[in-house]
């Protein structure tokens, strides 16, 4: 490393928390696939900000509409309205078949919005005696960081010396219909669940368990939740991943691409039995809504219809599968992955996939470990074939190299 990257990473050591272990790389441009550090070496992006840049770094069409945007009007509050929110929300709604939509900014924002409107729910109109409702999660999820979600986190990094915890959750394992329908009781409101893990390594249940998990939840008058927000907006190669099982879910959240990495955008998408028990001064956010973050998440989602980012990411991430799945080596324990959301899990005697990851980097590749052994792969939905394939060459060399 030189001595700029050095003094950048000292300086953040220094000054900001330790809440992440980063990769030794300082980032200063990003173009589609592509970022450059501060030395000027390019990397290809497999991480894309955790799927939040899933349209391609600094995408113009995105770029111009922001720009356009933060030229007129940023803020208002939800004080007043704005002449992109009802654009946003005729756009979603379209896109998605949604009826109602919640604005919010980050992903866990989302989260707690959507555990908010349930539980509204379930005392106003599924009946539930109030302080009773509970909601049915998984073990291994990852729904984000705040202390309402950490809560009913299995991981202990994740909840550890954070509590106490609000009551209320049940956790089940993921993938078992069996365990959801024994789990359900008459105050049981809903079922948060992501269509894959992510963070716990892209694990995808069996084929047939959301087909399951709806009739469960129609069945029992519960509502089916889905974090969709890694999965969403073609990761997966549909536009939900909740579309691979032919599913519709009850509440689908939002975040990361609905805005292609520019601003924080979330969104809670459902129907007016849910969101309809919302009233004024029940729930709210200065920054959900506005019009920046409108005019964004409007050319994000118009951008990945327009230019077949869904599509692609079915092509490019079976080509991708297939390419890692042949990569002979005994490193690897498993590949997985559906779309562009992909993952090479380790033999515990291959050592850590973090070592895995910063070779990677010395060849031209930006990829994160997660849980130990598993490494994440998922690039920008605007890669092509022979990007695919570059990546493919330099991954089979690391995961055969001996770092003995």
């Known amino acids: 490393m030189s001595s700029s990257v050095i ?8 000054f900001g928390a330790h ?4 990769i030794g790389v300082v980032l200063s441009r990003g173009e589609g696939v592509w970022v450059w550090d501060t030395d000027g070496n390019r990397y290809l992006d497999c991480l894309s900000a955790y799927s939040a840049v899933s349209q391609g770094h600094c995408h ?14 940023t803020l208002t509050s939800r004080a007043f309205h704005n002449d992109q929110l009802a654009l946003f929300y005729e756009e979603i709604a379209a ?37 009773q409702a509970e909601i049915i999660v998984c073990a291994n999820n990852f729904h984000g960081r705040t202390l309402g979600i950490v809560g009913f986190s299995t991981d202990p990094e994740t909840h550890g010396h954070f509590g106490p915890f609000a009551p209320g959750f049940k956790i089940i394992p993921f993938g078992d219909a069996a365990a959801l329908e024994e789990a359900i009781t008459p105050n049981t409101v809903a079922f948060l669940v992501e269509p894959i893990q992510g963070e716990a390594g892209v694990i995808i249940p069996p084929a047939g368990y959301f087909t399951e998990v709806r009739e469960l939840c129609t069945a029992n008058n519960l509502m089916l939740v889905l974090d ?37 955008v979330s969104a809670v998408l459902s129907n007016n039995d849910v969101l309809g028990t919302l009233r004024p001064g029940q729930h709210g956010s200065t920054f959900g809504g506005n019009p920046l973050a409108c005019a964004v998440a409007r050319a994000a989602m118009r951008v ?19 390419g890692l799945k042949d990569i002979r080596a005994n490193t690897i324990r498993e590949v997985r ?38 490494i994440r792969i998922a690039p920008p939905l605007v890669i092509t074939s022979d990007q695919v394939d570059w990546a493919l060459e330099r991954l089979a060399t690391t995961l055969t190299q001996d770092f003995s």
């Open 304 to 322: 990945l219809v327009e230019e077949g980012m869904i599509e692609n990411a079915a092509r490019q991430g079976a080509r991708f599968l297939e």
């Open 337 to 374: 992955g559906r779309g562009l959301m992909l993952a090479v899990e380790l033999h515990p005697e291959a050592g850590r996939a973090r070592r895995y990851c910063e070779a990677l980097q010395g060849k031209g590749i930006l990829a994160k470990d997660t849980h130990e052994q598993t």
């Open 7 to 14: 003094d950048f990473i000292a300086t953040e050591a220094r």
């Open 95 to 131: 896109l998605t078949g949604s009826h109602k939509v919640l604005p919010m900014n980050s992903g866990a924002e989302a989260v707690e919005s959507a555990i908010k409107s349930v539980r509204k729910w379930g005392y106003e109109v599924k009946g539930v005696p109030d302080g």
């Open 19 to 22: 809440n992440y272990a980063p």
């Open 228 to 264: 969709e927000i890694q999965t969403g907006l073609g990761r997966t190669g549909k536009l939900l991943a909740e579309q691979h099982e032919g599913i519709e879910a009850d509440v689908t959240l939002l975040g990361k691409a609905l805005s292609g990495g520019f601003y924080p």
């Open 60 to 73: 113009p069409k995105i770029l111009a509409a922001m720009v356009e945007q933060a030229h007129r009007l």
